[in-house]
């Protein structure tokens, strides 16, 4: 059974630019969901997806956006990126099952920063 | 406004003793409690969750407890051993998850 995985592991980009990070969901989840966690806070919830449609949403303005595909693997786009979206973005995936108990199983995340 | 707090940014136990790690939260509407560990460079772990309308559950050396009533939580590791030094994040479930800032274990030989 493959975990999740992401990428890239480490990204820098400029003010102003635009990124795309990619994550694969582990086997037999059908749900994803994205955490932004800045230095010394816990994971922020972005928002998730489920069978290819935004299933919730955190505060976080509309230039995050996000997609899944038929596969259940997820993109999370920033556009226009401001040096304080410097974080490490995690992408976590869940079963039908238990979902709705929150358990998740986390990739290692993508560490980007923003100069 | 955090809805869930950890107010101990780290502890440190002697390695065989309890660890006993607290997290409080501001609304009655959670569902789930969970509990994740964290190593570095690497995505938290789910531990061990806990339904609201329970008070406890185990699950080996790790033991969630819920006080309703107070709106805490607690997970208690017997014993420590050295490889629960990590960064652990108390969370709660409603429609969407929410993490408190996390607690840094160190577990002393």
């Known amino acids: 059974e493959t975990g999740v995985t992401q990428s890239p592991t480490h990204l820098i980009k400029t003010r102003g630019q635009q990124v795309t990070l990619r994550c694969s969901s582990q086997s037999g989840h059908n749900t994803v969901s994205w955490y932004q966690q800045a230095l010394g806070q816990g994971p922020q919830f972005i928002f998730q997806y489920y069978r290819e449609e935004e299933n919730g949403r955190g505060n976080f303005p509309p230039r995050f956006s996000g997609l899944q595909f038929p596969n259940y693997s997820s993109e999370l786009n920033v556009n226009a990126l401001e040096l304080d979206d410097s974080a490490l973005y995690l992408c976590?995936?869940?079963?039908?099952?238990?979902?709705?108990?929150?358990?998740?199983?986390f990739g290692p995340g993508t560490r980007l920063t923003v100069t | 406004d955090q809805q869930v707090k950890q107010n101990s940014p780290s502890l440190s136990v002697q390695e065989g003793r309890i660890s006993i790690l607290n997290c409080d939260y501001t609304n009655s509407m959670f569902d789930y409690f969970l509990w994740y560990k964290k190593y570095p460079a690497e995505g938290p772990t789910f531990l061990i969750s806990?339904?609201?309308?329970?008070d406890k559950n185990e699950d080996g050396r790790f033991t969630v407890f819920l006080n309703k009533s107070a709106k805490h939580l607690s997970l208690h590791i017997v014993p420590s051993q050295p490889g629960d030094s990590a960064v652990y994040f108390c969370?709660?479930?409603?429609?969407?998850?929410?993490f408190g800032k996390g607690t840094r274990l160190h577990i002393l030989p």
């Open positions: 969370a709660a479930s409603e429609s969407k998850i929410i």
């Open positions: 976590a995936s869940s079963s039908p099952l238990r979902q709705g108990a929150g358990e998740q199983y």
């Open positions: 806990i339904s609201s309308i329970k």
